[in-house]
């Protein structure tokens, strides 16, 4: 049997428990209180993708996943286990692991540009109320009918001092632009690069066909992307998952439901997307109640049950899984052991298999986190190692704002002032405006501070 086509056992119970590759399309879910074993079953199911041909993609929220690079070290836990379960043919082995960072200090940078990423989820990510993410959307609009690249911060931050100095001649129009949403904008952006947004928006952008690369033995890449640090930015983290699955949604065509997945795609912490999302938000990707009745495959760890709140939430719990007469699964839920979960699956006809409680396979590679020296070294050995590393700072609205105020600052100092006084204020063309107000932007103490900190950190154009 081809490797793509075998199912992927998850664990042993009563009976076998295996995920059929082209049943592992559907949505899934991975759940339970902290310690019960879910980074582990995180690891089988990737694990088991990847020797399926499999591209997965996980965010590495704690810290503890960048050893699938390396093959196990027999483990006593994970021997143990293996021999319980008889694992025929059960061999430690080594994953093809891509490390990626949105600061670029543990992996490849990852990086959108400010056009890529929209009003709507840079909304999001700033914090916006309606009003100041309305006046945000008009920006973009200003900005792309008169040719304004939007590609890392110090362009939207110019086209956004530009519009507010402008706000009278746009309001026929645009409508109305406040100076206090502005400024709110503007304070928020400011924010944003303070906390590495600069390191973000930059270019080049991240190619998500990058993401669905195998190795030479077929094996899919294993795709981490360094959280530990990210993750105290919780909008930022939520954003950047919105935008990629937005990004995944718009870029990969329906294909009916293929014989295995594309790519996997696990995020951890999953509870931060749909926190405060907008209506258009909302509309695009699915909600998570909407979400969890279409949720075939579950694996279920262990929940305690001391508070009314937590009886809930097991009850509800318990009601998701389809019944099993042998197992009180209700009562299984507050029993089960670590690395033991109530596991259900949809079998060949799409339909939820019954709850069986079973002990979770053991991984193969090593449990304990690459070393700072062994990280770097896969780092260096990936194929795309020096690509995303070199930023790339091409032309684009602070640029052509900066060149256009100092070439009117040029032409002005030549001009007669006597000449100037008598010709009077005269109205300023949209060239004229744009480069004025990025001449007031550049000379401005936060102008200065952006020509410091941003001049080698623009967004190019995609591969």
């Given amino acids: 049997m081809n490797a793509s086509n075998i199912p992927l056992l998850v664990g042993r119970g009563q009976k076998d428990v295996n995920l059929l590759p082209k049943m592992a399309n559907r949505h899934g879910l991975v759940a339970g209180a902290t310690g019960t074993g879910k980074t582990i079953t995180l690891r089988t199911l990737t694990e088991g993708f990847s020797r399926m041909g499999v591209p997965v993609f996980l965010a590495d929220v704690k810290g503890d996943l960048s050893g699938m690079a390396a093959s196990g070290d027999g483990h006593p836990k994970v021997l143990e286990r293996a021999e319980l379960l008889k694992l025929e043919g059960f061999t430690e082995e080594a994953y093809p692991v891509v490390f990626w960072d949105l600061f670029g200090e543990q992996g490849h940078p990852v990086r959108t540009t400010v056009s890529d990423m929209g009003p709507l989820l840079l909304a999001r990510l700033l914090n916006l109320n309606d009003t100041q993410s309305g006046v945000l959307s008009l920006v973009f609009r200003i900005a792309d009918d008169n040719g304004m690249l939007l590609l890392d911060l110090k362009d939207l931050q110019a086209m956004v001092r530009y519009v507010?100095?402008?706000?009278?001649?746009?309001?026929?129009?645009?409508?109305?632009?406040?100076?206090?949403?502005?400024?709110?904008?503007?304070?928020?952006?400011?924010?944003?690069?303070?906390?590495?947004?600069?390191?973000f928006f930059a270019e080049p952008a991240l190619n998500l066909a990058d993401f669905m690369q195998t190795d030479i033995q077929g094996r899919g890449m294993v795709n981490i992307l360094a959280a530990d640090k990210l993750i105290l930015s919780p909008k930022l983290y939520a954003t950047f998952l919105l935008?990629?699955?937005?990004?995944?949604?718009e870029q990969l065509p329906e294909v009916g439901d293929p014989q295995k997945?594309?790519?996997?795609?696990?995020?951890?912490?999953?509870?931060?997307?749909?926190?405060?999302?907008?209506?258009?938000?909302?509309?695009?990707?699915?909600?998570?109640?909407?979400?969890?009745?279409?949720?075939?495959?579950?694996?279920?760890?262990?929940?305690?049950?001391?508070?009314?709140?937590?009886?809930?939430?097991?009850?509800?719990?318990?009601?998701?899984?389809?019944?099993?007469p042998a197992i009180d699964t209700r009562q299984a839920i507050t029993e089960l052991g670590v690395g033991e979960a109530l596991v259900s699956v949809l079998d060949a006809k799409g339909s939820p298999t019954m709850v069986e409680r079973a002990l979770i396979c053991p991984p193969r590679s090593r449990l304990k986190p690459l070393s700072g020296a062994e990280r770097d070294e896969v780092v260096r050995g990936s194929d795309l190692y020096g690509y995303y590393e070199k930023e790339v700072d091409r032309e684009s609205a602070y640029e052509i704002l900066k060149e256009r105020a100092a070439k009117l600052q040029e032409q002005a100092s030549k001009e007669p002032a006597k000449k100037a006084r008598s010709r009077?204020?005269?109205?300023?063309?949209?060239?004229?405006?744009?480069?004025?107000?990025?001449?007031?932007?550049?000379?401005?103490?936060?102008?200065?501070?952006?020509?410091?900190?941003?001049?080698?950190?623009?967004?190019?154009?995609?591969?």
């Fill in 164 to 199: 507010g100095d402008h706000a009278k001649e746009y309001r026929t129009e645009y409508g109305n632009i406040s100076p206090a949403s502005i400024g709110a904008i503007q304070r928020r952006l400011l924010t944003l690069d303070d906390q590495g947004g600069d390191h």
């Fill in 243 to 249: 935008w990629l699955l937005s990004e995944l949604f």
């Fill in 261 to 324: 997945p594309k790519l996997v795609f696990f995020f951890d912490e999953a509870h931060l997307l749909f926190e405060d999302a907008p209506k258009a938000l909302e509309d695009k990707i699915e909600q998570v109640e909407d979400v969890l009745g279409q949720l075939g495959n579950r694996i279920q760890h262990a929940l305690r049950a001391f508070t009314p709140k937590d009886q809930r939430a097991v009850k509800a719990a318990a009601e998701t899984f389809r019944p099993n």
């Fill in 424 to 463: 009077g204020r005269q109205p300023a063309s949209l060239v004229e405006s744009i480069a004025k107000s990025a001449a007031r932007a550049v000379g401005s103490q936060v102008g200065r501070s952006l020509v410091r900190g941003l001049l080698g950190s623009l967004f190019g154009g995609r591969r």
